[in-house]
């Protein structure tokens, strides 16, 4: 493990190899070049937390008790992360993301800045939820709402809410938002008629 900045970490917690915490944001990159961590953001790793082989936790990120992480996971700064969530393998958590309690974020699932999680959401696995509509660096956080559900290979689209315990469909793109309790799959993403 590599510490850079304050960093705190909680009892119990196992961090595998080449775990670094506390990395310098992308508007602190130059103190890699040899200049003082001090002034870096800190970092705090809960209790009875895992953070596996390869991980990497930037500076100024919030990791709640009991969460464990896959391999080569990253997650970026000022991001926060509550206690029980499991975030899978190769997943990518970008700047200034709130990820809720006992979420589930199976492998390879990307969070584009700013994302906002509820607690016990589900993330199948290479979900994308992105945040610029455009590519014209107009971004536009999305939000998923607490026990919503979202299959396998589905992308949001910028600035959509998916509602408190909504269904989205695995391969589903999803362009609107969707209300609570309602499925919807298919590309670009429809409600399911009633009892599928």
């Known amino acids: 493990m590599r510490k850079m900045g304050p960093v705190e970490i909680g009892k119990g917690a196992v961090i595998g190899e080449d775990v670094i915490i506390g990395y310098p944001g992308k508007k602190r990159a130059r103190l890699l070049d040899g200049g003082d961590m001090s002034i870096l953001r ?17 500076e100024g990120v919030m990791i709640g008790d009991g969460v464990q992480t896959g391999h080569h996971v990253l997650i970026r700064e000022n991001s926060m992360v509550g206690k ?10 970008e700047d200034n993301c709130t ?3 006992d979420v589930s974020i199976q492998s390879g699932v990307y969070l584009s800045s700013g994302t906002t999680v509820g607690n016990s959401v589900f993330l199948g696995p290479m979900v ?8 014209d660096s107009v971004l536009e956080p999305s939000v998923i709402e607490k ?16 509602g408190e315990g ?3 469909g695995a391969g589903s793109v999803v362009t609107r938002d969707v ?9 670009p993403a429809k409600e399911a008629p009633d009892g599928v």
């Open 166 to 168: 909504a269904v989205v």
């Open 179 to 187: 209300p609570p309790m309602k499925k919807v799959y298919g590309v």
């Open 128 to 135: 994308c939820i992105i945040n610029d509509r455009n590519m």
């Open 84 to 93: 029980g969530t499991v975030v899978g393998s190769g997943t990518i958590i």
């Open 147 to 162: 026990g919503a559900r979202i299959g396998a290979h589905s992308t949001i689209m910028a600035g959509v809410t998916v």
């Open 42 to 58: 800190a970092t705090m790793i809960g209790c009875n937390v895992l953070l596996r082989d390869g991980t990497v936790i930037y």
């Open 99 to 101: 990820v809720g309690k």
